[in-house]
């Protein structure tokens, strides 16, 4: 009886590994990053402000430049050779705070969906890219660009904007 019990469990327990393991790893699991190289600002741009991210931590680093530029009569995220540690449901998001470590800051804040990224504009470019901002933000009123990770509620990183 004991063998037949034993049997049993691991045959459940296999089952089990098998059909939630692909759900769990979905998940849980980075997205992919695509590594791009775009055009910089076009002649007569304008920076508005500049910043230099930095990691939240050694599991969590983002690296590189973003600067705010006017353009053609729109604002755009600039990033320059921007690298990232990938997550789940990782994000951009423009706040007031020039270096957001809080849900409630990031909340303050608004979500910028980066064309091209993985499941809706999830930050999964790296590299140097241009992410236009929608006409309804006004740009002005942010001091920071933030990298968070939505599902674990966990800052990748930061830079704080400096005006030019």
Request: charged fraction near 20%.
């Amino acid at each position: 009886m004991n063998r037949r019990l034993g049997t049993a469990l691991t045959v459940l327990a296999v089952v089990i590994v098998v059909v939630a393991g692909p759900v769990v790893y979905d998940l849980f699991a980075p997205e992919r990053s695509t590594t791009v190289v775009e055009a910089g600002p076009g002649d007569g741009a304008t920076t508005l402000a500049t910043g230099t991210f930095s990691g939240a931590d050694a599991a969590h680093r983002v690296s590189g430049t973003v600067s705010l530029v006017e353009e053609d009569g729109t604002h755009v995220l600039y990033f320059q050779n921007y690298s990232q540690t990938q997550g789940p449901d990782v994000f951009v998001y423009l706040t007031p705070d020039g270096d957001p470590t809080t849900r409630d800051q990031i909340d303050r804040g608004v979500k910028v969906r980066i064309d091209g990224g993985a499941d809706g504009g999830e930050s999964t470019k790296e590299g140097t890219f241009r992410q236009e901002l929608p006409g309804d933000i006004d740009p002005t009123q942010y001091r920071g660009v933030s990298v968070w990770c939505d599902d674990f509620s966990v800052p990748f990183g930061s830079a704080t904007l400096t005006d030019e």
